[in-house]
């Protein structure tokens, strides 16, 4: 997160760390993205966060997968570690374009239903530019790999499709689609989403708008976050299947 505050998980209890029992030992508590609870038993999270190839998430893999619920700092005691039984990876994801980015984990052990998050649907009203967000993570802070320890988030604002279309035409850098892509970041950059944070969640008057997908570096003011527009995919988000 670039340009952010440490905040407690206490009164975000829905935003989740995805990790490995086999990366980073226990340092981190192996945490390599984030992810948002979106029922008891289901946390929803990047696709490109889980393997991407077409045999989708072998049984090792699955068994090395744990969610870290309820712990502010990754390091302490407390929380929730829950394994991780199903993975369920968007089967129109595009590894290339980045469309589709999403990927649900059902929990091997349901959590309290407090934690579960409001999701945006198709029908509600439509979060338009300037609106207020907030994304959440413990990922890079400064862009050249300085991991937060403590969960962090950043106020950025929901921006117009103009914006990430123009920084993102195509090519090396990205298409941006906005029927199923959301874009966000600070009014001139500054705030921002960054390596780590992918999958964790943009929220908006208490609501799961987006997740974290990709971009072009972090917090450039030419380069805004590019998230995934979970209206797009609210079915597949709450059922997992
Ligand atoms: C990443 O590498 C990544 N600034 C995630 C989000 C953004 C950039 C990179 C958005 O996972």
Redesign the pocket.
């Known amino acids: 997160i670039?340009g952010g505050a440490p905040v407690s998980i206490t009164g975000n209890p829905w935003v989740v760390a995805v990790s490995s029992r086999s990366l980073f030992g226990a340092a981190r508590a192996g945490q390599f993205?984030g992810g948002v609870v979106v029922a008891p038993d289901r946390v929803v999270t990047?696709a490109?966060c889980m393997n991407e190839d077409a045999l989708g998430v072998s049984p090792a893999e699955l068994a090395d997968l744990k969610v870290v619920a309820g712990r502010t700092k990754l390091q302490a005691e407390g929380g929730h570690e829950i394994e991780v039984s199903k993975v369920y990876v968007n089967p129109t994801y595009d590894g290339y374009t980045r469309e589709g980015d999403l990927a649900v984990l059902t929990l091997a052990r349901a959590l309290p239903a407090e934690n579960v998050i409001k999701v945006a649907g198709p029908g509600d009203p439509v979060y338009e530019p300037g609106t207020a967000a907030s994304v959440y993570g413990w990922?890079?802070t400064t862009g050249y790999g300085t991991y937060a320890s403590s969960l962090r988030a950043a106020p950025v604002q929901v921006l117009p499709d103009e914006a990430c279309e123009k920084a993102y035409p195509g090519g090396s850098a990205g298409k941006y689609r906005s029927a199923t892509m959301l874009c966000a970041?600070g009014p001139r950059g500054g705030r921002?989403?960054?390596?780590?944070?992918?999958g964790g969640p943009l929220v908006a008057k208490g609501t799961l708008i987006g997740l974290?997908?990709?971009?072009?570096?972090?917090?450039?003011s030419d380069?805004?976050?590019?998230y995934t527009r979970i209206s797009a995919f609210v079915q597949q988000a709450t059922a997992g299947r």
Do not use: L
């Open positions: 670039i993205c990047a490109h990922g890079d970041g921002d989403a960054c390596q780590g944070d992918s974290v997908s990709w971009g072009n570096g972090c917090g450039k380069s805004p976050g590019v």
